[in-house]
Structures are given as C-alpha cells and as structure tokens.
C-alpha cells in the first residue's frame, strides 16, 4: 500500500457491557468508574463508561488491519479523552495520514467519535508494512 | 489521597496468548504480528508480539486503582512504544507524579518495563478522585 497525505480508513465498534469486563480482565483496570454501576451513578458521568484505553484499541485496529495495514508497527500514540463513551455507545475510529516522513513512516490524525462528538483525539506514528519488511531484510 | 511530586505506584503483569486473543477480540485489532505465528516469524521482531494498547493498559491500571486511584478520570496520555512484548514477558508499568496543576490534576511520567527495558514511556494528565467529587458536586 502506497500512503499519500489524506488517505483516511475507519472502523466502528458498539461498545458492550461485556468488552468493559474483559478490559478490565486483561488489563487489570478494575476502576469501579468502569466495573460498578454505583461508582458510575455517583461519578460526574452518572453512569458506568468505559475504559478510554479500550476505545483507543479500535485505533490500533484500524492502523494494523486497515490502514497502513497488517505488519503495521506502532511507533507512538497520543490520546486525549475529549468525552465518556458509555455502554451501548457506538465508536468510530477514524485515521488520516497527515505527514510521512523521508524513511515512509506515516504520522496518523487519530480520531473517536460517538455519533458527532469525538471522544478522543491525538496523533500516531507507525512503521508500515513495506518499511517493516524492507527493515527485515536489512538486519 | 493527597499527591505530590515525586510520589509513584507500579503494577505487574505477565502477557499470556490468551491476554493477546482477548486483546484481540476487545479491540477488534487483529493484525497478524499478534495473532499469526506465522507472521511474528516472518516480522522484524522474528515472533509474535502483544498488542501495544494492551501493556498501555496496564497504565490506566496503575491510575485506576492505585494511584490516583479508583475513581480517576484520564484527560491525555501520550506513548512511545519503544521495544516489543513478547508472550510470556512480565511488565511493570510505573506511574510517577512529575507535575501537579493548581486545579489539582497531575502529571504522570508513566513508563512500562520489561526487566530493565523500558518498552514503553510517556506522559499522563488525570483527575484524581476527590476533584471528580468536587466536579460532581459543582454540577
């Protein structure tokens, strides 16, 4: 795959009361902001959300099975959690190529959205594909 | 929890096959250097790797329950991802309070290691608990 400034991929994700307890499972993030439904009632959410991490996941998805692909390689990520995303929520990640540098790697405007609001915000770097293979071949 | 510069938590855990499939299925993230022997092989890491969000999550662990603690709100995280993980690796993940804002929210460095290898590093900002109180309260 060829990258060139404003290519852009996307993928959605209903975010379920089942993905939080297995973040919570393989992360060991038991805030009970995420795990108790009293803890989320009394919290300025005033319900239970969801680990912004697990939403960043689907950015990760994107990048490694979508755009620049499979055999992506992460370089760095940031993440600014605009908004909550509840259970039920529906999450699109989207990714834009904004820069590539002379070597090839991308750098990625990384976006979450639920509906209109974006949830999350940030910039990734990557290897793609090609330059991890080429790399390969070089070591 | 009153914080202060310099103050810091860790966590540990080993990254096991099944953490990497649930990882998987979470996020939806199944590019192949995580799920395909074959193409760990083939990959310059030369095996399977973990998902880089998923020792990122161990981050958000350490903030969520136990230190800032459990009701903490993530506002930003950056992340370098530095070296890989590979199955069977044990990660620490360190959170460290560099900076504390006047409204209260720290800075974290926040830093994952394998043995003496840093394999991840970055900078978290937070609401701690008793200001997501407070905020509650205001609203």
Not at 36 to 58: V, W
Not at 81 to 93: E, H, L
């Amino acid at each position: 795959m060829t990258l060139a400034i404003g290519d852009s991929a996307s993928t959605d994700k209903t975010i379920t009361e089942a993905d939080i307890l297995m973040f919570a499972a393989v992360s060991t993030d038991t805030n009970p902001v995420h795990i108790s439904a009293k803890a989320g009632a009394a919290s300025i959410f005033k319900e239970r959300i969801a680990h912004g991490m697990l939403s960043a996941g689907l950015i990760s998805a994107v990048l490694g099975t979508k755009m620049p692909g499979p055999g992506t390689i992460y370089i760095s990520q940031s993440l600014r959690f605009r908004a909550p995303v509840k259970i039920g929520d529906t999450v699109t990640a989207t990714v834009e190529v904004i820069d590539i540098s002379p070597q090839g790697w991308p750098t990625l405007r990384t976006t979450c959205w639920v509906g209109e609001k974006v949830v999350i915000d940030g910039e990734a770097v990557v290897i793609p594909p090609p330059v991890a293979v080429a790399m390969e071949k070089a070591a």
